[in-house]
């Protein structure tokens, strides 16, 4: 036997349907925002490798340290990029070596941002993933 009227309240659907055009709406800082902390986190582990010069008379550089800096976020196409550099002219040098002065002998880099942007390209997804699901555990359970 079948029921000639049913009664349904599709103002849960309607609910859901608002919260997942916020959800749209707040996409793009999302990603802002994730790209800003992944280029923090690179940034942080690129200082810290890079190294600092000693000279005589008990002087010490850090200029090459503190040329790291992170660029703004931009939005191409569907990708969200920022940059990390560094603008230091001889930056590329120290990160993958170069010859002696006198040109018989090689000093070797020392690959501060390449091992680093593997670090953090190995960690990214799970850190993507906490931020995710932080954003949806906020959309869907707060009203």
């Known amino acids: 036997m ?9 103002r849960e659907l309607k609910r859901m349907q608002k919260k997942m055009e916020k959800l749209g709406k707040e996409y793009d800082k999302f990603c802002e925002a ?3 902390e992944l280029a ?3 940034l942080r582990k690129v200082i810290k490798r890079t ?3 000693v000279y005589e008379d008990d002087k010490t550089g850090g200029t090459l340290r503190r040329g790291w800096t992170v660029g703004e ?4 196409g569907s990708h969200f990029e920022i940059e990390v550099i560094n603008p230091t002219e001889y930056a590329q040098y120290v990160e993958f070596g170069h ?6 002998g090689w000093v070797n880099g ?3 941002m390449t091992i680093s942007a593997d670090e953090v390209e190995r960690a990214a997804p799970a850190i993507l993933e906490k931020k995710l ?4 555990r906020e959309a869907f359970n707060g009203d």
Do not use: D, I, S
Not at 2 to 10: L, P
Not at 73 to 76: E, I, R, S
Not at 133 to 136: F, H, S
């Open 51 to 53: 190294p600092v010069g």
């Open 73 to 76: 976020v931009k939005k191409n």
């Open 34 to 36: 994730a790209a800003k």
């Open 2 to 10: 079948a029921r000639r009227g049913a009664r349904v309240n599709f």
């Open 133 to 136: 699901m932080k954003m949806l």
């Open 110 to 112: 020392r690959f501060m």
């Open 40 to 42: 923090a986190r690179l």
């Open 99 to 104: 010859r002696t002065r006198n040109h018989q």
